[in-house]
Each structure stands twice: as C-alpha cells, then as structure tokens.
C-alpha cells in the first residue's frame, strides 16, 4: 500500500507529514516520526527473537535472565516479563534493553532490525537454532566464539 505525500496543520504548531510512506508530527519545530502499528509490532517481534537468541546462547534461563537484571536495576522482572519480550507481546524501555545487551555480553546495536530486509522477513538461523537440543546449541556457540576468535587474530588461514 503506498501513501501519497501529504500534510495537515492543526493550530499553527502542531502538523502531520507523510512521506515515503512513513510518517511525521512537527510540534513547534520538533520532529518525530510515527511507526505504525505494524512496524512497532514487527519490531518487538524481531528485539524478542534476538533476545531469545542471545539468552539461549549463553545458557541462561528466563528466570536468570530476570534475576541478573532485577541485581542491576534493582527491579522485580520475572521470567514471564522475558517471555512476554521475547515473544513480543509487551515492549521494553531503551534503557532496559541497554542493561539486557550489558548482561548478555551484546552489542546493543545487535537488537536492532537488518537493513536490506523488510519487516516481514526473518533470519532462518533463528528457526533452525530454537529447534536444536542444548548440545547441539553449545555446539554452534563454540563454532561461533571459534569464528569470533579467528577474525580477531587475524588467522584465517586455520581453517578453509
């Protein structure tokens, strides 16, 4: 569905913008896009994905996951709170999400959505890694931090 440009002025400081279809409101001066239902869902979708993934690559239960942030920001999230994020029914502050990638040893720009994608798609790695058993899991990580360990050496010629 494609929106045409437009733009409607409400008292003089208060104004909606379309645009590509994306969405602004200017309030005396300031700019702020809209998201749409749909994008803010597909967003907490894709933020609850990774974390999930994140989560289970590091061996940490729902529940601990809640304990090691309730210890830093003196809170009382459960591990339904992080299920309900990982299944994107309930959004998060960025500042949670912040203290989240810290625990996990992330980058917090790892949470954020793939450029080139559209919101409807998703990395397969995901699926396919929910459904391996933990050792098979522990298997991945190990491949991974192997990887990981391999670039920044520099040594790439270890294995072809």
Same mark, same amino acid.
């Given at each position: 569905? &494609?929106?045409?440009?437009?733009? %409607?002025?409400?008292?003089?400081?208060?104004?909606? /913008?379309?645009?590509?279809?994306?969405?602004?409101?200017?309030?005396?001066?300031?700019?702020? !896009?809209?998201?749409?239902?749909?994008?803010?869902?597909?967003?907490?979708?894709? =933020?609850?994905? +990774?974390?999930?993934?994140?989560? $289970?690559?590091?061996?940490? /239960? $729902?529940? !601990?996951?809640?304990?090691?942030?309730?210890?830093?920001?003196? /809170?009382?999230?459960?591990?339904?709170?992080?299920?309900?994020?990982?299944?994107? +029914?309930?959004?998060?502050?960025?500042?949670?999400?912040?203290? =989240?990638?810290?625990?996990?040893?992330?980058? %917090?720009?790892?949470?954020?959505?793939? &450029?080139?994608?559209?919101? #409807?798609? #998703? %990395?397969?790695?995901?699926? #396919?890694?929910?459904?391996? /058993?933990?050792?098979?899991?522990?298997?991945?990580?190990?491949?991974?931090?192997?990887?990981?360990?391999?670039? +920044?050496?520099?040594? !790439?010629?270890?294995?072809?």
């Amino acid at each position: 569905m &494609s929106i045409l440009p437009f733009a %409607i002025e409400y008292q003089n400081n208060l104004r909606l /913008t379309s645009l590509n279809n994306h969405f602004f409101i200017t309030y005396n001066g300031t700019i702020a !896009e809209v998201r749409m239902k749909e994008d803010i869902y597909n967003l907490k979708v894709s =933020i609850g994905r +990774k974390l999930k993934f994140f989560r $289970q690559s590091r061996s940490l /239960t $729902q529940n !601990e996951l809640a304990e090691a942030i309730n210890e830093r920001m003196g /809170t009382s999230y459960s591990g339904n709170a992080v299920s309900s994020w990982e299944m994107g +029914k309930n959004s998060m502050a960025i500042e949670l999400l912040v203290v =989240i990638a810290s625990i996990l040893d992330v980058d %917090i720009q790892a949470f954020e959505a793939e &450029s080139g994608r559209s919101n #409807h798609d #998703h %990395i397969p790695l995901f699926d #396919h890694y929910e459904k391996l /058993t933990l050792r098979e899991r522990e298997s991945v990580q190990a491949y991974i931090n192997f990887l990981v360990w391999r670039r +920044k050496h520099g040594s !790439e010629d270890l294995i072809s």
